[in-house]
């Protein structure tokens, strides 16, 4: 019998406002593995969501992305990251006010720091914004897993006004934009 071959997983933590918005769209994802909601940027260890909410400890809401390269790559993961929030508004998604909501990529290497910087500068060159992008680019330190009530949660209330409001017109645009990139909805 011959052996198979382990899959070469990667891993982006990117904020982009609400990580229940975040996570909800990269679950969609083909060669997205597992999306965990947390906090990541801070100084602060093992944050809780009400400490995080008070946009004082440093971190971030985050994503953690594990993805299969060979079907999705950590460009494309960028490029639908900045086309589902607005990288434009400074340490504000919409409804959603404080550092906690900044617009972040925690790079894990000088390889990916590369790419979102050419992302960027993409994105900037094809005036896709009317204003300039205020992502920040970090240098991933720690992430902190959100408490269990956070994970899949458009999911789970997909009801709840925000998750109308907000997280379902990113799905449409998702859908509009990167069809072909999506898992099979069964």
Request: glycine letters at 6%; charged letters at 25%; a negative charge.
């Given at each position: 019998?011959?052996?198979?071959?382990?899959?070469?997983?990667?891993?982006?933590?990117?904020?982009?406002?609400?990580?229940?918005?975040?996570?909800?769209?990269?679950?969609?994802?083909?060669?997205?593995?597992?999306?965990?909601?947390?906090?990541?940027?801070?100084?602060?260890?093992?944050p809780t969501y009400e400490q995080v909410s008070t946009g004082t400890?440093?971190?971030?809401?985050?994503?953690?992305?594990?993805?299969?390269?060979?079907?999705?790559?950590?460009?494309?993961?960028?490029?639908?990251?900045?086309?589902?929030?607005?990288?434009?508004?400074?340490?504000?998604?919409?409804?959603?006010?404080?550092?906690?909501?900044?617009?972040?990529?925690?790079?894990?290497?000088?390889?990916?720091?590369?790419?979102?910087?050419?992302?960027?500068?993409?994105?900037t060159e094809e005036k896709i914004f009317d204003a300039p992008i205020?992502?920040?680019?970090?240098?991933?330190?720690?992430?902190?897993?959100?408490?269990?009530?956070?994970?899949?949660?458009?999911?789970?209330?997909?009801?709840?006004p925000y998750c109308s409001l907000v997280i379902a017109p990113k799905?449409?645009?998702?859908?509009?934009?990167?069809?072909?990139?999506?898992?099979?909805?069964?």
């Amino acid at each position: 019998m011959k052996p198979t071959a382990t899959k070469r997983m990667e891993v982006a933590t990117l904020g982009g406002g609400c990580f229940w918005c975040t996570e909800a769209v990269f679950t969609q994802l083909k060669g997205v593995e597992k999306v965990e909601p947390g906090y990541s940027g801070g100084k602060l260890e093992n944050p809780t969501y009400e400490q995080v909410s008070t946009g004082t400890t440093g971190h971030a809401e985050a994503v953690q992305i594990t993805f299969d390269p060979n079907v999705i790559s950590y460009k494309e993961i960028l490029e639908i990251f900045f086309s589902t929030h607005d990288p434009t508004t400074l340490n504000r998604q919409g409804p959603d006010v404080g550092t906690q909501y900044r617009s972040v990529i925690f790079y894990r290497n000088d390889e990916q720091k590369a790419i979102a910087e050419q992302v960027i500068k993409e994105i900037t060159e094809e005036k896709i914004f009317d204003a300039p992008i205020v992502t920040q680019l970090e240098p991933f330190r720690v992430f902190y897993e959100a408490e269990d009530y956070h994970r899949n949660y458009f999911k789970r209330h997909p009801e709840q006004p925000y998750c109308s409001l907000v997280i379902a017109p990113k799905f449409a645009k998702l859908r509009e934009l990167y069809l072909s990139k999506l898992k099979l909805q069964v």
